[in-house]
């Protein structure tokens, strides 16, 4: 695992009294498919997944199975993800450019709300049919609705074994070899409606497991859609609350109060924090060790792995935040006085890790 870290604190003192900190943690090794999963098994998972849909879409065409249409569309779900997962890996290795400066680890984000968009359309017009299929039953060929079956459980089983060993590495892989062991079940089923179907002529088993598969399907689609929807409209970061953040970082003694905080998230995994702290005018000469400080802090406190601070020694008025807005009255950081700024420098003792 490769780790970058740049710690960059410009000072400008030509009329302006502000400097900008930018503190990035770049963790290359955390990508969603974990180093023991190699990319040739992700591309044989994802080439048999696709395969199997393929032969139960067929199968349910010719045999008239809505319930094997079902469970395409959950191995399709499954293709989906195996296929978002071999995108990481391939994206994970492209380097940033000057027009893509936060990389292309977006494109995973993407892929997936496409991909659920899909499923979820198809999963609402299978659950559509299954209601016209129990107002108007229609005969089934349980022989060929079988043999599908049978095959698509055998390559769920494969693609079971191919995942295993990388599911313990990555929440990612594990979340699709999860998804298999379900689509295995599922194979199951529909097995097992088939047998009945040709014993009894139970044709109603066919649109009740297209009902059961459906609405699974629908219900693993949600939680997916929300995310990638909060993170393209960069939303703050689940397992990030804004409020403990401020608290903490105005707790320190050289900070006045911490605005203008920005958090989001390209890919769902790193996460980024923009902000302006206001400090006091005894903190002018540590901004590099307070800079370094904080951005440690946030990193092991909130697992921020891009900090970028805008530090101020005056207040925002109007929302400008150039540091030469400052209160009418006042000199310098006098009119935005508090609980830090009052604090004499030998009390203070400087911030935790930082020199006073």
């Known amino acids: 695992m490769t780790t970058e870290n740049h710690d960059h ?36 998972s994802l080439v048999l997944n696709l395969v199997i849909t393929a032969a139960e879409v067929a199968g349910g065409l010719f045999s008239n199975s809505l319930a094997l249409l079902s469970d395409a569309v959950h191995n399709l779900s499954d293709a989906s993800s195996l296929g978002v997962s071999w995108l990481a890996k391939r994206i994970s290795r492209m380097e940033r450019t000057p027009a893509h400066s936060f990389g292309f680890k977006r494109a995973e984000v993407l892929a997936s709300l496409v991909n659920t968009v899909a499923l979820v359309g198809i999963g609402i017009f299978l659950l559509v049919e299954a209601g016209r299929k ?3 039953p229609e005969p089934v060929v349980g022989q060929v609705m079988l ?45 097992a409606a088939a047998l009945l179907m040709m014993a009894f002529g139970w044709t109603w088993l066919d649109p009740l497991l297209t009902l059961a598969v459906s609405l699974y399907v629908l219900r693993e ?11 393209l409209m960069q939303g703050t970061p689940e397992g990030v609350q ?11 003694p050289d900070v006045v109060d911490m605005h203008h905080v920005h958090l989001w ?11 302006h702290v206001t400090l ?38 109007n929302g400008r935040c150039s540091g030469l807005d400052i209160l009418p009255g006042s000199e310098g950081n006098a009119g935005f006085k508090g609980k830090a700024c009052l604090r004499k420098p030998q009390d203070r003792g400087g911030s935790p890790g930082v020199p006073g």
Request: aromatic share 6%; glycine share 8%.
């Open 147 to 191: 043999v599908v079956a049978v095959v698509g459980l055998l390559g769920n089983l494969f693609t079971a074994w191919l995942l295993h060993s990388g599911s313990r590495e990555s929440l990612n892989i594990r979340s699709a070899y999860l998804h298999i062991v379900m689509d295995t079940l599922s194979s199951v089923g529909v097995i």
């Open 242 to 252: 804004i409020e403990p953040l401020i608290e903490e970082v105005e707790s320190q």
């Open 265 to 275: 998230t390209t890919d769902g995994n790193e996460v980024f924090l923009e902000a």
């Open 280 to 317: 006091c005018e005894e903190a002018r000469s540590r901004t590099d060790e307070l800079l370094a400080f904080l951005s440690a802090h946030l990193g092991d406190r909130f697992g921020i792995g891009h900090v970028t601070l805008q530090f101020e020694f005056a207040a925002c008025v």
């Open 9 to 44: 604190d410009h000072n400008h003192d030509q009329n302006q009294d502000h400097d900008h900190g930018h503190d990035h943690g770049h963790d290359h090794g955390h990508s969603h498919v974990a180093p023991g999963t190699s990319e040739r098994r992700l591309a044989l």
């Open 221 to 231: 689609s949600w939680p997916l859609l929300k995310t990638s929807i909060h993170i």
């Open 134 to 136: 129990f107002l108007h």
